[in-house]
């Protein structure tokens, strides 16, 4: 379906052309009719599918052809992240640059300039308000807030938000605005917990599902069965056998992740980090050096596992096994974006396993094994024995790891 059949204002198509888009994604394409319609929607779709676009786009459009208030904020975005506000206020700048509309990101973590910045934007009314929940509650509990006229709610990756911890946030929020008003809700997966917030929400819901719950073919997935010792000597190797221009770690604590570069960096490998001990300012130098392909090697918590858009990586480490299923597919999401081809790598340890089993049955097959090069030492096998007993019963003993490498 081509852009030009949704019958958007020219300003905003040319915002389209200079984007680069020419047709419309699967949840382009069943989304914004519904948006144009005045529907409330709750859409389960995941990064990389367009769905920023699939809001933004019949968002921006009513802004500039229906009626509405001066002075006032008339749509509120509300997102997990600052990375992530950040990522679609540029979107927003991208697609309204032609249109006279106008937004702003509100996110914790900045200094003084831009908490005056936003407070005037807010008090003022900007079209678009993009938002992190925690920071939008404390300009709202400071009054100058104008919401009376607001007609448009969209909460994105609301079960990240949830996971967050920010429900409270979002509801204090939510009971400052105005009852009428068109709600959208995007989320890459629909537990339960989301279907309630969504019943407390939104008015008659049309319900989309772009959900891809499996990765693309085209990334080369592969799992090292190791101990733990064997994982920062592993990452080294790998790394040290391939010339990657751009290449992810996640690991799921900020421990692990300053401890890695450190060593990453002692090996001088070209390497920083990104988590959330680090202020605005500095992610935001990290993520620039490393989307411009400056800084090749990225270590970060899953702060970025979600939502950050960031082309062309060939390589995602998994140094820790993520919580679930729809945690792997997002981190190894990260790579073979667009045309591309990327790898990603997992590394299991004994305790992990387990989990790992549960994410390979949500995949529908077995993640190949990859062989761990033997000046690493032994490795332990992979008791693939389907949970509750009854499989395998010839799991063998972890071997004795030889090698080990002091950390
Ligand atoms: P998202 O799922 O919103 O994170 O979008 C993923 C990427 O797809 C972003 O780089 C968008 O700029 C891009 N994109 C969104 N819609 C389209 C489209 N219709 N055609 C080409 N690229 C698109």
């Known amino acids: 379906m081509k852009f030009t059949d949704f019958g958007f204002d020219d300003r905003l198509m040319e915002g389209i052309d200079a984007s680069g888009y020419e047709n419309a994604t699967p949840v382009q394409e069943q989304v914004i009719p519904l948006i144009m319609a005045g529907k409330d929607v709750i859409a389960s779709a995941q990064t990389g599918t367009g769905k920023t676009a699939a809001f933004l786009l019949p968002l921006i459009n009513k802004i500039i052809t229906d009626p509405h208030e001066d002075h006032t904020n008339n749509a509120l975005v509300i997102v997990p992240t600052r990375e992530l506000a950040v990522q679609i206020a540029q979107h927003m700048e991208g697609l309204s640059y032609f249109t006279s509309v106008s937004s702003i990101a509100v996110y914790g973590g900045g200094d003084g300039n831009a908490f005056v910045q936003e407070k005037k934007a807010l008090s003022h009314g900007a079209d678009v308000v993009i938002c992190t929940p925690g920071k939008?509650?404390?300009?709202?509990?400071?009054?100058?807030?104008?919401?009376?006229?607001?007609?448009?709610?969209?909460l994105?990756?609301?079960?990240?938000?949830?996971?967050?911890?920010?429900?409270?946030?979002?509801?204090?929020?939510?009971?400052?605005?105005p009852k009428?008003?068109?709600?959208?809700?995007?989320?890459?997966?629909?537990?339960?917990?989301?279907?309630?917030?969504?019943?407390?929400?939104?008015?008659?819901?049309?319900?989309?599902?772009?959900?891809i719950s499996k990765p693309p073919e085209k990334i080369k997935q592969e799992a090292f069965i190791v101990y733990e010792t064997q994982k920062i000597p592993l990452v080294k190797h790998l790394l040290g056998k391939k010339d990657f221009?751009?290449?992810?770690?996640?690991?799921?604590?900020k421990i692990s992740v300053k401890q890695l570069t450190r060593d990453l960096k002692r090996a001088r490998f070209l390497a920083d980090e990104i988590h959330s001990d680090l202020d605005q300012p500095k992610r935001e130098e990290v993520l620039i050096q490393f989307k411009s392909g400056r800084l090749p090697i990225l270590v970060a918590t899953d702060i970025l596992s979600r939502g950050i858009d960031i082309d062309n990586i060939d390589l995602v480490i998994n140094y820790d096994v993520p919580h679930d299923g729809e945690d792997?597919?997002?981190?190894?999401?990260?790579?073979?974006?667009?045309?591309?081809?990327g790898s990603a790598y997992t590394f299991v340890t004994v305790k992990e396993q387990r989990k790992f089993m549960s994410i390979e049955k949500l995949l529908g097959k077995p993640v190949p094994k990859a062989i761990v090069p033997e000046e690493l030492g032994e490795t332990p096998a992979y008791n693939a024995a389907p949970s509750g007993g009854g499989g395998n019963r010839n799991f063998n003993k972890p071997r004795r790891f030889q090698n080990n490498t002091k950390r």
């Open 156 to 177: 994105d990756e609301a079960d990240r938000m949830l996971d967050m911890g920010f429900y409270d946030d979002i509801m204090f929020i939510i009971d400052s605005l």
């Open 245 to 253: 221009k751009s290449v992810l770690i996640f690991c799921s604590s």
């Open 328 to 341: 792997y597919v997002h981190r190894i999401g990260r790579t073979a974006r667009a045309a591309a081809e």
């Open 136 to 154: 939008m509650m404390s300009h709202i509990k400071m009054g100058y807030v104008k919401l009376a006229g607001l007609k448009y709610l969209i």
């Open 180 to 211: 009428k008003r068109q709600n959208l809700l995007f989320s890459a997966t629909m537990p339960h917990k989301i279907r309630e917030l969504a019943r407390k929400i939104l008015h008659n819901p049309e319900e989309v599902n772009i959900s």
